[in-house]
């Protein structure tokens, strides 16, 4: 069975940073590429960020851009997403997902096999 599970949202401050995990279990990551999405309230879903562990293909949102970094650990089947100098603007439920593929598509389209349950971020000004 394919499941992934977002971690590591919390409530911080301006300025902080965070690092969500999506563990992945029933696939290996080096046939999929992580796509990271997040989606606020009275918003649409945003396609952050995506990463490729066999090719090392990485897509991040401009709004994202310097800021949010994705990397993958393929012994623990888990990627993560490292965010810092978080904004008010970044506060959304996050969302990891699966698409089997090489590369990241950009910009990053929500058409993605498998989703995650999402993870709360919220950042305090």
């Known amino acids: 069975e394919v499941q992934l599970v977002a971690s590591g949202g919390g409530l911080v401050q301006a300025g902080g940073s965070l690092r969500l995990s999506c563990a992945a279990s029933?696939?290996?990551?080096?046939?999929?590429?992580i796509g990271w999405f997040r989606q606020a309230p009275g918003k649409e879903r945003e396609g952050i960020s995506c990463?490729?562990?066999?090719?090392?293909?990485?897509y991040y949102a401009d709004s994202v851009k310097g800021r949010f970094t994705s990397s993958s650990d393929i012994a623990q089947n888990t990627v993560y997403l490292q965010i810092n100098s978080l904004k008010p603007e970044d506060t959304a439920v996050y969302y990891c997902?699966?698409?089997?593929?090489?590369?990241?598509?950009?910009?990053?389209?929500?058409?993605?096999?498998?989703w995650g349950q999402g993870t709360q971020v919220t950042v305090s000004s």
């Open positions: 997902a699966a698409d089997r593929a090489a590369y990241c598509s950009n910009p990053l389209t929500p058409y993605f096999d498998y």
């Open positions: 990463i490729s562990s066999s090719t090392g293909d990485t």
């Open positions: 029933g696939f290996t990551l080096h046939d999929y590429v």
